[in-house]
């Protein structure tokens, strides 16, 4: 015998499906529609856009937003924010490239990097997770305290070694595919495993999704939080020893502003804010987004400053639409469809 | 005052392809308590979202006075006349009583500045309209939800409301606070103000109602005076079926002591010590406030203890966090459905699973068939639609939420329980299974620890009935001793009168 008697609300969820419902559709491939729109539009537009060396220009010049972006998608995914990921990518591009002129091999040096870049979100994961501070105030004390201590180590100057023993990590060919390309290839490969696959990825989301009924459901929740911003860290890294061995050079003033195209890149991806929601998948477009959209607007000969007005409100506009499909009575609103939602 | 003040009739309303509403009626006196009952899903909250404006009928007329009105906004139920306590309730706990009061038409002095001295009189007038002991001053979240709720009752009053609507008020309230709320409406109704009552609670309903008007399945199924009703009939109206009774009688065999709690405590708990046997079901009960669920949690490690043990068939358990105190056998479903165990935006698939993940992985890797199918067995256990364990949690009925609730450790198969409030919010069916599945629990050897606020379900349920007050537990009671006039009397302390022992209605 039925014993469940049929809530409305599980009604109305069969409802929408039925009709359109903008909401799941823009979930599974709105942000993707606005990429092959985007890549349609610059390939009628822009000369030489389609071209492979470019698309492959293209590739190469999103990857270290791109890594940033995955790494951070961690972060945000369980509620946080890292802002610090920008002076991250100084720091460990500096010690990296003066490990390498003391000698240390290049495998060594890009492992040096990285392990700067973990130690630096190991600082941040601390105060956030155990000592319960605010990860918007500790990452913007970090950033600020990193990008000084990249200016003191350096002394406020670059320091270029034209023999950059791990130079191939940023300039170098794989097969024909630019190096920083297969670290960015590698890099989402293992975090879309992670998130998807791994009992560590469900226990990223339960804790954005609601970190009090995660800890009674047993995920150790400190420990989860104090690790999204190691796994930044480490990414932060990665992208700051692909950044200086592509300059070859320790740039103090490397990464500055980075932490916003990478929060940028995870928030047309899809990923709330809020955290709990989101895919790892969604990042990797959002990067592109930018990328093709920074690349094009060159292409096209669109002047610097315009290029920052059109990228502004392409980032509105994404999130305006995503926080829509949150609030189905303000989509009806606009499209005139009547009385608002009729929720259960 | 034979003349209905609100008449409801022939209303329908269709979400898709679901008729919520089939043709119902209702109609209210002025001066008249109404209780209208049903199951969760069965219509209530969609007349109630008509009534107040939110949604618009399909079909139907309302008439107030005997003429016809339309109701397209909240500001048009205002208008009206209408006022609706929800659930939830809607106020602004970071602002006093009084600026809740005055929220919306805060009165200006001659310099258009706000003017604080009115918005104070005003809310002290407002308050003794309902003979509300209430201090404007003081922030409304600082009070309890008892009094919090009394705050939104005087405001709809203020509003000169003919048409009171109380959804569920005494579902999060303790004893005392919901004898104050009877005595509130009692006066509105002597003062010819007309309620329409939504409870799930019988007691209550044949304490309070003139008369009685059931919902089925979106259905009207019929209207009484309490003296032509018996509970049964009323039951049986609701369910479709005569539901028998709620709780099981035939004895059952416990077994060696499984949870062994020795003088746990913490600032302003305990000590307390008690057992829990495999296949026995133990209630705590107690005023709201007395400490049952801070006990509850001293046990689990959701919050930290200061002295005592616990010990889970003979070996300790210490936790500092739950998922050690998951990892040694204890399970608990917290009260707080929403904001403390469910993750409402979540697939139920991932709510049921994600205690048990440690069972389905390979090293990290978590094997989604076998969870899936796992889940699947526990879903159709509770009696859950098998298409739902796609569905964000948030779209399933407070019952079957609760459901999932449970799922999760019934997949885990922890070999304590510790189930607080598990019926809150529930309808009378699914308050049934999940009794029985109580029952079934235990008698397949599960310790299980209820914490409920509803006497007879506290006694009905269980073995032995421990009753706490003041973070102690100051008396146990076997299954035949306990009465629930045994059971308040402990509860509020002997020669204590409960009224103003209450933490949250202190003045």
Same mark, same amino acid.
Request: no cysteine; proline share 8%.
């Given at each position: 015998m039925n014993a469940s008697p049929e809530p409305v609300a599980e009604a109305a969820v069969t409802k929408q499906r039925n009709q359109f419902d903008f909401a799941w559709w823009w979930d599974r491939v709105g942000i993707l529609m606005v990429l092959i729109l985007l890549v349609v539009l610059m390939s009628i537009f822009? $000369?030489?856009?389609?071209r492979v060396d470019n698309l492959l220009n293209i590739a190469r010049s999103i990857s270290v937003n791109a890594i940033l972006a995955a790494g951070l998608t961690f972060v945000i995914l369980t509620g946080g924010i890292d802002l610090s990921v920008g002076s991250i990518v100084a720091v460990s591009g500096v010690v990296a490239v003066i490990a390498a002129i003391e000698g240390v091999p290049a495998p060594v040096a890009v492992v040096i990097g990285m392990a700067v870049g973990g130690a630096c979100g190991l600082v941040n994961g601390v105060l956030t997770?155990?000592?319960?501070?605010a990860p918007f105030i500790v990452t913007l004390g970090t950033m600020t305290f990193l990008r000084g201590l990249a200016y003191t180590i350096t002394n406020g100057q670059p320091i270029v070694s034209?023999?950059?023993?791990?130079k191939d990590l940023g300039n170098g060919y794989l097969l024909g595919i630019p190096v920083p390309v297969i670290a960015m290839a590698a890099v989402f490969l293992v975090a879309w495993f992670v998130l998807e696959r791994t009992r560590y990825g469900r226990h990223v989301y339960a804790v954005g999704g609601n970190a009090q009924a995660a800890r009674l459901a047993g995920v150790q929740v400190n420990r989860i939080i104090l690790s999204v911003y190691v796994v930044a860290g480490i990414c932060a890294g990665l992208a700051g020893v692909i950044f200086a061995a592509r300059v070859i050079s320790a740039q $103090?003033?490397? +990464?500055? +502003?980075y932490e916003l195209d990478a929060i940028a890149a995870v928030v047309l991806g899809g990923?709330?804010?809020?955290?709990g929601r989101g895919r790892i998948v969604g990042t990797l477009i959002g990067a592109v987004i930018l990328g093709v959209l920074t690349t094009g607007l060159i292409l096209l000969n669109v002047q610097f400053f315009t290029q920052l007005l059109i990228k502004g409100v392409v980032i509105i506009l994404a999130v305006a639409i995503d926080s829509l499909k949150q609030r189905p009575e303000l989509l009806s609103v606009l499209f005139g469809r009547g009385q608002g939602p009729s929720k259960g | 005052m034979d003349k209905p003040l609100l008449e409801l009739s022939g209303i329908t309303k269709r979400f898709g392809a679901t008729l919520?509403?089939?043709?119902v009626r209702l109609d209210l006196r002025a001066g008249e308590v109404h209780a209208l009952m049903g199951e969760n899903g069965a219509g209530k909250s969609t007349l109630m979202k008509i009534l107040s404006g939110n949604i618009q009928r399909d079909a139907g007329s309302i008439l107030i006075d005997g003429q016809p009105v339309e109701i397209r906004t909240p500001r048009d139920a205002r208008a009206q006349g209408i006022a609706i306590i929800h659930q939830?309730?809607?106020?602004?706990?970071?602002?006093t009583v009084a600026e809740n009061l005055s929220l919306g038409q805060e009165p200006r002095n001659r310099f258009g500045m706000l003017d604080r001295g009115r918005v104070l009189r005003d809310a002290r007038e407002k308050l003794a309209r309902i003979h509300a002991d209430i &201090?404007?001053?003081?922030?409304?979240?600082? @009070?309890?939800i008892g009094m919090q709720q009394m705050v939104e009752i005087a405001r709809a009053v203020s509003e000169n409301a003919r048409v009171l609507v109380l959804d569920e008020?005494?579902?999060?309230?303790?004893r005392a606070e919901a004898q104050e709320l009877y005595a509130v409406v009692n006066r509105m109704r002597a003062e010819g103000v007309g309620l329409i009552y939504i409870s799930h609670r019988m007691e209550e309903v044949w304490q309070l109602a003139d008369r009685i008007t059931v919902f089925r399945d979106g259905g009207y199924v019929g209207t009484g005076t309490r003296g032509e009703m018996s509970e049964a009939d009323v039951v049986r109206m609701m369910?479709?079926?005569?539901?028998? &009774?709620?709780?099981?009688?035939d004895p059952r065999a416990p077994g060696e002591v499984v949870l062994d709690v020795k003088d746990i405590q913490a600032t302003g708990l305990g000590p307390a010590s008690f057992q829990v046997r495999a296949g026995e079901v133990v209630s705590m009960s107690g005023l709201?406030?007395?400490g049952r669920t801070e006990l509850a949690r001293l046990v689990f490690g959701a919050d930290r203890r200061s002295g005592g043990k616990v010990l889970v068939n003979g070996r300790p358990s210490n936790p500092a966090d739950p998922s050690k105190a998951i990892a040694d056998g204890l399970a608990m479903v917290p009260e707080d459905r929403k904001g403390q165990g469910l993750?409402?935006?979540?697939?139920v698939e991932r709510n049921i699973s994600i205690s048990s993940l440690d069972q389905f992985v390979s090293g990290e890797v978590v094997r989604d068939g076998a969870v899936r199918k796992a889940v699947l067995e526990q879903m159709e256990r509770l009696r859950l639609?098998?298409?739902?364990? &796609? @569905?964000?949690?948030?779209?399933?009925s407070g019952g079957n939420q609760q459901k999932a609730a449970l799922a999760r450790w019934l997949l885990r198969d922890s070999p304590v329980m510790i189930l607080d409030e598990?019926?809150?919010?529930? &309808?009378i069916g699914a308050k049934r299974e999940i009794y029985e599945l109580i029952d079934a629990l235990a008698r397949a050897g599960k310790a299980i620890l209820v914490i409920s606020s509803d006497l007879p379900e506290a006694i009905g349920i269980a073995d032995r009935v421990l009753v706490v007050r003041g973070g102690r537990i100051v008396k146990e009671l076997q299954a035949h001793e306990a009465s629930e006039e045994n059971v308040m009397r402990y509860a509020v302390g002997?020669?204590?009168?409960?009224q103003t022992s209450n933490p949250g209605t202190q003045p």
């Open positions: 822009a $000369p030489n856009f389609n997770a155990y000592l319960a501070l034209s023999d950059l023993n791990f $103090p003033t490397a +990464g500055t +502003g990923t709330s804010l809020v955290g | 919520a509403l089939n043709d939830e309730l809607n106020t602004v706990p970071a602002m &201090d404007p001053t003081k922030p409304l979240g600082s @009070l309890g008020p005494t579902a999060a309230l303790s369910v479709g079926r005569s539901i028998g &009774d709620l709780y099981r009688h709201v406030g007395s993750f409402l935006d979540h697939s639609r098998k298409n739902a364990i &796609d @569905l964000p949690t948030r779209a399933l598990p019926t809150r919010g529930v &309808d002997a020669g204590a009168n409960h």
